[in-house]
């Protein structure tokens, strides 16, 4: 198994390049290209990924801990089965990836784009997801208690059976969104009347 630690790129190009089962700890990658890289099962520690191309990369059953991708593109990348554990994944794109398995503990996925994926029965458990697109995704039976959602684009997803319970919906549009069988706290439920115009003593 090979294993890069304390290892700076920047600029270099690492297209095509067959990462199977590599592990890195401790490394910096600014501006690489990691286009159709083989990167199975591959694991990252305490990695810097800042605006990396992952385009076509292949990523499944990879395990990624307390890494950041910042403002990386994962366009048509395979990430089935991969794991993302306390994560910083801010500002980055995932255009037509397949994400079916894909793990999510904690971590940063502001800003990110994630329209129009299956993320049904996805765990966002106390994840910030500040101004993540989520626009189209099927969020069914998704578990955001505890995640902070704060101005999160959910317009047109399909909430059915989700759990927003103890999340910080500040700026979301609740009053357009189809909620049937979500599960929303009392603060939440009094929030989605006033929408109405209810008046909550």
Partial sequence: MNQYVG??????????????????????????????AQMMETTTS??????????????????????????CQFRRSKLFSATFN???MTGS????????????????WS??????HNLKKMDFRNAKLVETDF?????????????DLTRAILLHANLTGADLRDANVEGVDLKNLHLKGVRLDLTQ???LARTYGALVD
């Fill in 7 to 36: 290892k700076e790129y920047i600029n270099d190009r690492f297209e095509d390049a067959d990462l199977i089962d590599v592990q890195f700890r401790d490394c910096r990658f600014v501006q690489c290209n990691f286009q159709n």
């Fill in 93 to 108: 794109g995932f255009e037509e990836s397949n994400l079916n398995g894909l793990t999510i503990s904690s971590g940063d």
């Fill in 46 to 71: 305490k990695c810097l990924f800042a605006e990396c191309d992952f385009t076509g990369a292949q990523l499944n059953s990879s395990y990624h801990e307390g890494s950041a991708f910042l403002n």
């Fill in 135 to 147: 626009y189209g995704c099927n969020l069914e039976k998704t578990d955001f208690r505890g995640a």
């Fill in 86 to 88: 306390d994560c910083k």
């Fill in 189 to 191: 439920a009094v929030a």
């Fill in 111 to 116: 800003y990110t784009n994630l329209r129009s």
